[in-house]
Nanobody, 124 residues
Framework: QLQLVESGGGLVQPGGSLRLSCAAS????????IGWFRQAPGKEREGVSC????????YYAESVKGRFTISRDNAKNTVYLQMNSLKPEDTAVYYC?????????????????WGQGTQVTVSS
């Protein structure tokens, strides 16, 4: 069974940090580019970041550039999203997803496998 599982979410104060993990089971992650998306209540799902299969290229939404860093460890079959300087507007459910490439990195329709999401809440 092909599965992506996110972890690492939680409650953090503004200015704090979290690191999300996306682990794959049932398939080898290094055949896929991996993206992170988020969805806040009442809002559409938006792309946050994408990393290529090799890890040599990465893409970020303007709203997170300079604060978030995507990385991958193919040996561990895991992709990470390091989130620093968190703001209340970063509050959302965060999802990871797999695609053949970061062709349209922020377009959810280009991703074929999705995880169930992990909640991130930024609040004092």
């Amino acid at each position: 069974q092909l599965q992506l599982v996110e972890s690492g979410g939680g409650l953090v104060q503004p200015g704090g940090s979290l690191r999300l993990s996306c682990a794959a089971s049932g398939f080898t992650l290094d055949y896929y580019a991996i993206g992170w998306f988020r969805q806040a209540p009442g809002k559409e799902r938006e792309g946050v970041s994408c990393i290529s299969r090799s890890g040599g290229s990465s893409y970020y939404a303007e709203s997170v550039k300079g604060r978030f860093t995507i990385s991958r460890d193919n040996a561990k079959n895991t992709v990470y999203l390091q989130m620093n300087s968190l703001k209340p507007e970063d509050t959302a459910v965060y999802y990871c997803a797999a695609s053949r490439g970061c062709i349209a990195p922020m377009a959810a329709t280009t991703y074929v496998y999705w995880g169930q999401g992990t909640q991130v809440t930024v609040s004092s």
